[in-house]
């Protein structure tokens, strides 16, 4: 079919954030200058960066974790914005999501500094209060104290929220029409213009390659996927995932190979993967019917084989 002057455009573009990178591909009308788009997307992605990041010492975060127990900090909305939802993901998983988890990434050496035994054996120790007891949020006033020494991290929400960030700040120049992500975080806009569904890979859970697993179809909705087979340590010969899990102070063991979740939001996916490496299949199966996800369980067998298992509409028909 020979393409009109009135046909959209397709545009790529790219840019550094997270210590990866991020990508939007969208389609806008004819003669669109994506310079403008560019350095928005970019904007976008860096004040999440700037905000939320543990690598930066600088940041807000960093400047919340630093504060003494009990001091009213103000920070800015976007930071509040992602702590309450982390706060409540925290309370609708029983647990199993939690941002104050800094100290134990930190010590495993998932952080900015390399593991450290004295660390790893005080993170296993700890009386844990849960961040959502350990923090109080004014959303009003744009301020937050907290109740108990607690670290914040929140590496497995602040990705998610970077790509919703993209996605409003296209929704924001008029694209309705559009496909972005960081990493395995993807978030679909709307249709593509010969009106099918954006295409995004399940990856298959394999650290010598990267191969697509199966395929989804998205319709304003995101994804992500948490696993075991990107970051990992070893310590005694056993390879350990960076995922943390709460009820330890210490990374999640038997976990899934990895956990796909589709819901509204980027930031949703990306914590409610999180929290599904840490529980039991059959607990996250409940949770995400409870809470009314779609979640793909990729699960190693004995023989090394992968075993799909899924729950909710769109992976209703995998294995259980």
């Given amino acids: 079919m020979q393409k009109t002057s009135t046909d959209p455009e397709r545009h790529a573009l790219n840019g550094p954030t997270m210590g990866t990178r991020w990508t939007a591909l969208f389609f806008a009308p004819a003669g669109c200058d994506p310079a403008p788009v560019q350095a928005a997307l970019q ?8 905000q939320m990041s543990t690598w930066k010492p600088g940041s807000d975060l960093m400047r919340l974790n630093a504060a003494p127990v009990g001091d009213w900090i103000d920070l800015p909305a976007r930071l509040i914005e992602v702590l309450r ?11 199993a999501f939690d941002i104050g988890m800094g100290d134990a ?26 961040a959502s007891d350990a923090l109080e949020l004014d959303v009003a006033a744009g301020r937050v104290r907290k109740h108990a020494p607690v ?20 929704r924001g120049f008029g694209i309705g029409s559009a ?9 679909a806009i709307g249709l593509r213009p010969d009106g099918e569904a954006w295409t995004v890979a399940v990856e298959a859970p394999d650290r010598t390659r990267r191969a697509p697993h199966s395929i989804l179809a998205l319709h304003d909705a995101a994804v992500a996927t948490s696993g075991d087979y990107r970051h990992w340590v070893t310590v005694n010969g056993r390879e350990l995932s960076h995922t943390m899990d709460p009820r330890k102070g210490g990374p999640a063991l038997n976990t899934p190979a990895s956990v796909t979740v589709v819901a509204p939001s980027t930031a949703e ?12 299949v059959e607990e996250g199966r409940a949770l995400m019917r409870r809470h009314g996800y779609s979640a793909l369980f990729l699960l190693r067998d004995a023989d090394a084989s992968i075993r799909a298992v899924g729950t909710g509409p769109l992976f209703a028909g995998e294995a259980a």
Avoid at 179 to 187: F, P, S, Y
Avoid at 269 to 280: E, R, Y
């Fill in 43 to 50: 904007a976008a992605v860096d004040e999440v960066d700037g």
């Fill in 85 to 95: 939802l982390g706060l409540e993901i925290g309370r609708a998983s029983e647990g």
């Fill in 105 to 130: 990434v930190t010590a495993w050496g998932f952080g900015p500094e390399a593991a450290q035994p004295d660390r790893i054996r005080a993170a296993l120790t700890a009386q844990r209060v849960p």
């Fill in 151 to 170: 670290t914040l991290d929140l590496n497995g929400i602040a990705k998610g929220y970077g790509v919703d960030r993209l996605a409003e700040t296209l």
């Fill in 179 to 187: 496909l972005v992500g960081i990493d395995g975080e993807m978030r």
């Fill in 269 to 280: 996916a990306d914590a409610w993967a999180t929290a599904l490496m840490v529980l039991s």
